[in-house]
């Protein structure tokens, strides 16, 4: 009786898989798949970069003296013209040179006026006839020398009134002041340990942000400032901006000058992105952890902010609130070339390798007809569903289009440079219409695990 029983479990069991075996050949193609969609419109090829920005003229302004800052008349952000008052350094030492230099000029007259009264005297001596010729001589030379004395005296002069313009520091530029890093009672100079000297204009690396930490703390670094920053920093304008990005040396042969580039903001995810064009692509690369970076500058157009509260007041000092500043990090596509109006197929339809559980043989031997005479590095097999079954189409990826132009990929999808016989043929009349999308092929991208029947494996093993 036991035996019996065991004789019909093991029946039911193959009469079970026989079942699913027979139900999963008659319709598993057609379930369970994942589908792209073929797209007909235009495709371009992109290089991707990060970009900082910086203005396009920035002027970097420096004391030309040395000296302790005094008074700070300007504060970041607000506008200034040239020449007006940022900051002004002690100027009693430069009193004293002053008060100096006129009181040299002074003498130096004097002694001009007697030089002068002197030699006029031998020459009336001499004109009387007592005089000789070489106390005369010796007369004009002492003049003389008295004249160059008073000369120089009043050279020193003019330098000491110009060091006393010195110590109240003007704005070499008409700008926006971008970055201040001044208090009362700090010590200045000309260069501040950055290398340049004066009050000056010109790109410059952006400056560190106050209160960095230093190997050796002083005692403004606790107050979160440091001797050796930049005073000031004013930015002729931040309309016009320049976008500076490092291309990777496998994409700088792609990028050049006069290209499009598109770029976004982090900082403002609700802004549509901004358009630029490459001026400049450096010919000296920039090597980071062993890999070459080549620079490229992107102008740009700055906007404002757009205001969504009426009632929210206006910035004050005339400040500007721009969606783009200095030292902004931005995310850049440079558009090295557009394909108009072409055929492209999603970079997943291209990878996916279809199981030959899924293969008809008569899907089989289209896809050996198809391929017969074809370089398999430049076609592709796309699969599709085609009455419930699997189907083969090709489509031509690699080498050149008509025209004699490669294909553009860019990333999600590829350039189709040309279909089989067959898709071209269902274009042709019209079965595929390049305006209507619901008459594309679907690639598959995706299918289940195939199904297997009790006999592939046994389930019950007997000793």
């Not at 330098?159 to 001044?182: C, H, R």
């Not at 031509?396 to 999808?413: A, E, F, L, V, W």
């Amino acid at each position: 009786m036991k035996r019996l029983l065991l004789v019909l479990v093991v029946l039911g069991l193959v009469a079970a898989g026989t079942a699913a075996w027979i139900s999963s050949n008659s319709n598993g193609a057609e379930k369970d798949f994942s589908f792209d969609e073929v797209k007909y419109d235009s495709i371009s090829e992109v290089v991707n970069a990060t970009g900082i920005v910086k203005p396009r003229e920035v002027a970097l302004v420096f004391p030309r003296l040395p000296g302790i800052v005094e008074e700070i008349y300007a504060h970041i952000g607000q506008k200034v013209a040239k020449g007006d008052p940022l900051f002004k350094i002690d100027s009693e030492m430069t009193k004293r040179n002053l008060e100096r230099a006129q009181a040299a000029v002074e003498k130096t007259k004097k002694l001009e006026n007697v030089a002068k009264t002197a030699w006029e005297k031998q020459k009336d001596v001499q004109n009387r006839g007592y005089g000789s010729d070489r106390d005369v001589l010796e007369a004009e030379a002492r003049y003389a020398a008295a004249t160059e004395a008073v000369k120089e005296a009043e050279s020193g002069l003019t330098q000491a009134k110009l060091a006393m313009e010195w110590t109240t520091v003007k704005a070499p530029i008409a700008g926006i002041i971008i970055e201040k890093n001044l208090y009362i009672g700090q010590p200045v100079g000309p260069s501040a340990t950055v290398g340049s000297g004066g009050s000056g204009g010109g790109a410059a690396s952006m400056p560190s942000i106050p209160g960095g930490s230093s190997s050796t703390p002083s005692v403004s670094s606790f107050f979160g400032m440091s001797e050796a920053k930049i005073p000031f920093i004013i930015a002729a304008n931040l309309e016009d901006l320049e976008i500076y990005t490092q291309i990777p040396q496998g994409d700088i042969g792609k990028v050049k000058a006069g290209l499009p580039a598109q770029f976004t903001v982090d900082a403002f995810p609700d802004e549509k992105a901004f358009d630029g064009q490459i001026t400049e692509v450096h010919l000296m690369p920039m090597n980071v952890l062993g890999t070459n970076f080549y620079p490229a500058v992107i102008k740009v157009k700055n906007r404002r902010v757009a205001q969504t509260d009426t009632n929210a007041p206006k910035p004050a000092d005339n400040q500007e609130n721009w969606v783009l500043r200095p030292g902004m990090t931005v995310n850049v596509d440079i558009t090295r070339e557009t394909h108009n109006n072409v055929w492209m197929l999603p970079s997943a339809a291209l990878s996916f390798t279809l199981d030959d559980y899924y293969i008809k043989q008569e899907a089989r031997q289209e896809l050996e007809k198809k391929l017969k005479g074809k370089n398999p590095s430049d076609w592709k097999t796309v699969w599709i569903l085609r009455n419930k079954m699997a189907w083969p189409i090709l489509a031509k990826i690699g080498g050149k289009n008509d025209q004699g132009r490669p294909g553009i990929n860019s990333g999600n999808y590829v350039e189709v440079l040309k279909w089989d016989d067959e898709m071209k043929k269902m274009i042709d009349d019209k079965t595929v219409k390049p305006e209507d999308p619901k008459t594309y092929p679907k690639p598959i991208i995706a299918a289940p695990q195939p199904k297997q029947s009790i006999f592939d494996k046994p389930i019950l093993k007997f000793s």
